[in-house]
């Protein structure tokens, strides 16, 4: 017995694979590395901040990194809601393993959108330039 892990598409046209796609696997991989990339442009911004006084460099950073983790958490989201239409006889193995990781892709860009904007506050309490 042949099982198609497809999902299926009202407006019949053939079938798509979620899987397959690279936004599904940027929505999956992108809290954690946005956030490393955000950490090490800010570290490298505290010469620039120094130098013109204001925080404005890392709050850029930051406002960019939140842009890419949030486009990474609404198709995450959009994703998960395509799974959850499927026919509940219609499911399959595939279907399980897309559907966790679109859940685990959401409850990451939640946190590590958390954790970004975390990192940035900082930058208002405490001065990088104090000598």
């Known amino acids: ?16 694979v979620p ?3 690279l936004m599904f696997w940027y929505s999956v991989a992108a809290g954690p590395l946005i956030w490393a990339i955000h950490v090490s442009v800010s570290y490298m911004m505290v010469g620039l901040v120094c130098d013109w006084g204001t925080g404005l460099p890392i709050y850029l950073a930051t ?8 486009i990474a958490g609404y198709y995450a989201y959009g994703t998960w809601r395509q799974l959850q ?15 966790l990781l679109m859940t685990s892709a959401l409850v990451m860009a939640a946190l590590f959108s958390l954790i970004i904007i975390g990192s940035a506050v900082q930058v208002v309490f405490w001065s990088a330039c104090t000598h």
């Open 1 to 16: 017995m042949i099982v198609d892990d497809r999902i299926p598409d009202r407006t019949g046209a053939p079938p798509r």
């Open 19 to 21: 899987g397959k796609g």
């Open 63 to 70: 406002l960019v990194a939140l842009a890419a983790v949030g």
């Open 85 to 99: 239409q499927v026919d509940p006889d219609e499911r399959s193995r595939i279907w399980g393993r897309e559907n």
